[in-house]
């Protein structure tokens, strides 16, 4: 059965910094990974999608990588903002299944000016 | 383009009245979605569909319906509610992406029920 994982659950840093989410999930047969980003009492906005065939996506100041293999992937924020805040989730399909997703309970980042 | 739009936004219930979440999307996407997302539980898969007039049950159907007469609807029903549905419930909708078996999801902006 494919888990999610992702740590930290809660990460505090100085407006500037370059920082890395962390993901892993159990079963690496994934055709995707996608991560989200969500704010306080809203919904999820989907940040950058990997495809299996691909090692990293990139969107801006966004860099998301991905190694089946080992299970894992990585969100890194550069230079990050305030604006930056918000809960982070990573997704991956179940296992055996496509369409699907199994979400991880996010890591809920602040960024101080 | 919309995207992916709920409704209500906020509604509550008193134990064992009913009603219907609607969601739309207008990206003639073929799956679609309904989640709940609770402190602690994170997101879990109430029910979905994969083209219209079809839905199968996801992690947690018990105590919900849904219905997809329409490619762009997907309704999710409470027949009896009870305290325990209140959450707040998000609907998606996602795309194949062209010869590859990846789908890219796209949620709408929640609806958040209390039920007392």
């Known amino acids: 059965k494919q888990e999610v994982t992702q740590i930290p659950a809660a990460l505090s840093v100085p407006e500037g910094e370059n920082l890395v989410l962390n993901c892993s999930f159990t079963?690496?047969?994934?055709?995707?990974l996608q991560w989200f980003r969500q704010d306080p009492g809203k919904g999820l906005t989907s940040l950058l999608l990997?495809?299996?065939?691909?090692r990293e996506q990139t969107s801006g100041r966004l860099n998301a990588s991905l190694d089946k293999s080992s299970g894992r992937s990585t969100l890194y924020i550069a230079a990050s903002q305030p604006g930056d805040s918000a809960t982070y989730l990573c997704a991956v399909p179940p296992s055996g299944n496509t369409g699907k997703l199994i979400f991880g309970q996010g890591t809920t980042l602040q960024v101080k000016p | 383009n919309a995207g992916v739009t709920q409704t209500p936004k906020f509604r509550v219930l008193k134990t064992g009245q009913s009603m219907t979440l609607l969601c739309a999307q207008d990206?003639?996407?073929?799956?679609m979605y309904w989640y709940r997302q609770d402190p602690g539980m994170g997101l879990r898969l109430i029910h979905y569909s994969v083209g219209e007039g079809t839905t199968a049950k996801g992690e947690v159907p018990d105590g919900y319906n849904v219905s997809r007469l329409k490619k762009q609807n997907f309704l999710l029903g409470l027949e009896s509610a009870a305290p325990s549905q209140t959450s707040v419930y998000f609907c998606a909708s996602s795309y194949s992406i062209a010869r590859s078996r990846a789908y890219e999801q796209y949620f709408g902006p929640g609806t958040r029920l209390t039920v007392t």
């Open positions: 990997i495809q299996s065939s691909q």
């Open positions: 079963d690496s047969a994934i055709y995707n």
């Open positions: 990206m003639n996407h073929e799956y």
